[in-house]
Every structure is written in structure tokens, then in C-alpha cells.
């Protein structure tokens, strides 16, 4: 059973940076796509960016290109997403997620939540302007 659990969440100014992790557990480490999606209050869950463990290949929103940025450790139990020139509407509940890929493949940017059957508990974001 895959575990997924979010830290790293607050409170910061428009322009400034943050870190989110996700603790890993669970999954083996190349078999899975590991994602941060956000959602924001009456609005839908989005997908921010997808990493695939085994080649590292990452894709973003064009919302966050070029500002946020996915990575995992060597050991692939900790997923982060570094978050730089915030903005206010960046504000939102931050989840990553998992799917394995024998489910859903190994290439394709993988943004829709429908895509993904594992989920953390979320850690929330405010951006002030």
C-alpha cells in the first residue's frame, strides 16, 4: 500500500519561495509516477507537475513553468516541489499523488488527477499580495 504524506506547507509573501515535501512509503521506487497537484477552494483539483521515478522526466503546468520545480532524493523516498515567485494565485491546498506505471505508462505529462489512484492528505499555501 502506497503511503503518501505532505509537508512543507504556509504562509508567504507574493515573490517569495517555499518547499513542499511528500514522504514516500510503499512503492517500489521505479514503478511509479509521482505527481503535486493543488486545489484551490471552488475550484478543481489541477496538476502542477509530474515526475517519472525511473528516468526523472518531469512536466509542468504552464501556469508554474519555469517557477516551480519537481524533484525526488537519490534514495526516491522523498518527492519536493520547490516553489519560487509566488504568486497569489498560487494559493491553494497542495497534494501529491502516485500511479503506478504498468497502469498508465511511462511517458506523457500525466496532469489529470483521473490518472492517479494514490493521494496524500494535502498541506495548504497562502500567497499574500
Known amino acids: 500500500q502506497v503511503q503518501l504524506v505532505e509537508s512543507g506547507g504556509g504562509s508567504v509573501q507574493a515573490g517569495g519561495s517555499l518547499r513542499l515535501s511528500c514522504a514516500v512509503s510503499?512503492?517500489?521506487?521505479?514503478?511509479?509516477?509521482l505527481a503535486w497537484f493543488r486545489q484551490a477552494p471552488g475550484k478543481e483539483r489541477e496538476g502542477v507537475a509530474t515526475i517519472y521515478r525511473d528516468s526523472g522526466n518531469t512536466y509542468y503546468a504552464d501556469s508554474v513553468k519555469g517557477r516551480f520545480a519537481i524533484s525526488q532524493d537519490n534514495a526516491k523516498i522523498t518527492l519536493y516541489l520547490q516553489m519560487n515567485s509566488l504568486k497569489s494565485e498560487d494559493t491553494a491546498n497542495y497534494y501529491c499523488?502516485?500511479?503506478?506505471?504498468?497502469?498508465?505508462?511511462?511517458?506523457?505529462?500525466?496532469?489529470?488527477?483521473?490518472?492517479?489512484?494514490?493521494w496524500g492528505q494535502g498541506t495548504q499555501v497562502t500567497v499574500s499580495s
Open positions: 499523488a502516485a500511479a503506478a506505471v504498468w497502469a498508465i505508462g511511462r511517458r506523457g505529462r500525466r496532469l489529470s488527477p483521473t490518472d492517479y489512484n494514490y
Open positions: 510503499g512503492a517500489d521506487a521505479d514503478a511509479y509516477c
